[in-house]
Structures are given as C-alpha cells and as structure tokens.
C-alpha cells in the first residue's frame, strides 16, 4: 500500500528553482532516508509536503489522496508528524503537557486520553521518568526524543524527520539515532532528511540522494553506499568518507 506519492514536484523561490520536479513514492512501514549535499531542497521537499509551504507544480497524495491544493491543509497535516531540527517545544510547558497538546487541541481528545497518549509515547522514547520536567531542565538529545513523541502521539501515517540530529552534540546524537531505529523496527512509515550516512546505512529500506533539487539516483543502501551508479553519487560519498 502506497502512503506517499510525489509526482514532479516543483518550487521556487524568486528567481531560484529549490525542487526541480522529483518523484517518487513509499509503501506503508517504509522507512527512506535523502541524503544530499546542504542547499539542495531536501528540507523544502518536506515542508511542501507537510504543506508547511506551497509547491508550485506538481502533485502530492497521502494514502491515494491528493493533498496538493487542499483548501484544508490541517486535515492531512493531521496525519503527517514533523519532526524539525530545531526542537519547538513550549517552554512554559512540562514535557508530558508537550505532547498531550496536539492530541487535545487537533484531535479534539479529552485530557485523559490525551495523557494515556502522551505517557505510552513518552515511554517508547524512554523518557516516562522526565514527564514533569521542562524543557529547560533536558538535554538536546531528550528534547528531540521528546519532538518524537510529541509526533508519534497524533499517530500519524507518515513522520518526517528534518535533519534530526543536527542541532545536537555529538555525544547526543546516539540517543535520538536509536529512538528512530527502533521506530523503523516497529514499522512506521518515515522519510528521514539526514547527513548521518553511516545511520541511513542502518535504517533506510531505501536511499535517495538529490542535488541542486533533483533526484541523482535511489536504492537500497548496500547497492547506493557501495556500488553507486551515478558518478556525482560516488563523489558525494567518496567526500563524506575523508570527512570522517
């Protein structure tokens, strides 16, 4: 079953073409990770499909429906979770109350379904014993794990994940890479934006790399990592590589 299908997707900004028409598609319990040189539209890519912005061209469907034009873009939105790089967590809020608002105000759930919610989620992330904290007293590592719940609770038919790990110190990164590992395990359907190329190794069902808005190439990781086909994909990871 098809969750996503994207279909020559286009957008730009001014006179700059961020997404030069890609496509392509993921099954229900499939997790894809785009890597991809900085600049290169990846995180547009996702904001036009959580219609956080408007494409120009192309066309989106969400489980066989066409989510592109909507008029009511928060009915998808609904069933599409987001996690940002920056964590956008309430700080006034305790880590439980987080999560229980998205399940309260948009689902319309009462308090006590929500916190059931909110308490189950927060346990998948390991994060029950910090559930009347605030953000100001977590770490990064928990407060993206806490980004995570916060998605898992309006439970959603797809996550996107903005680059997860790059606001966080290295040592921290670890923590939330597992967190999504066990995600994949489970089966949830996720499109992981990310530079953690050895991560993506470990988790993707499916690589694509894109540059300068378009898709360079796709595949399963040990063909993509390994053996790519594209020249600019062989360099992009040859580059990756004498980083290490």
């Not at 008029?71 to 999560?99: A, C, D, S, Y």
């Not at 006590?112 to 029950?128: M, P, S």
């Not at 890479?177 to 991560?199: D, N, P, R, S, Y």
Request: net charge neutral; aromatic share 6%; charged share 25%.
């Amino acid at each position: 079953m098809k969750v996503l299908e994207i279909k020559n997707l286009k957008k730009r900004y001014g006179e700059k073409e961020i997404i030069k028409g890609i496509s392509f598609e993921m099954e229900k319990g499939e997790t894809v990770v785009v890597i991809g040189p900085s600049g290169t539209g990846k995180s547009t890519m996702l904001m036009c499909i959580n219609r956080l912005t408007e494409p120009d061209a192309g066309e989106i469907y969400l489980n066989g429906k066409q989510i592109t034009g909507s008029k009511h873009p928060e009915v998808f939105r609904q069933k599409i979770g987001m996690v940002f790089q920056e964590f956008n967590l309430f700080n006034h809020l305790t880590v439980l109350n987080n999560v229980m608002i998205g399940p309260m105000r948009v689902k319309k759930f009462s308090r006590e379904k929500a916190e059931n919610v909110a308490k189950e989620n927060l346990k998948r992330v390991g994060l029950e014993l910090q559930m009347h904290a605030y953000p100001a007293q977590l770490s990064g590592g928990q407060k993206q794990r806490v980004g995570i719940a916060r998605a898992l609770a309006m439970e959603p038919d797809l996550i996107l994940f903005d680059e997860p790990t790059s606001a966080l110190d290295p040592e921290l990164v670890g923590e939330v890479l597992e967190v999504i590992k066990k995600l994949a395990k489970e089966g949830m359907t996720m499109l992981i934006v990310t530079h953690e190329i050895g991560f993506a190794k470990d988790v993707a069902d499916r690589i694509i790399f894109m540059e300068n808005g378009e898709i360079i190439e796709e595949g399963i990781p040990s063909v993509m990592l390994n053996s790519p086909s594209q020249e600019r994909t062989r360099q992009f990871l040859a580059k990756f590589m004498e980083g290490r």
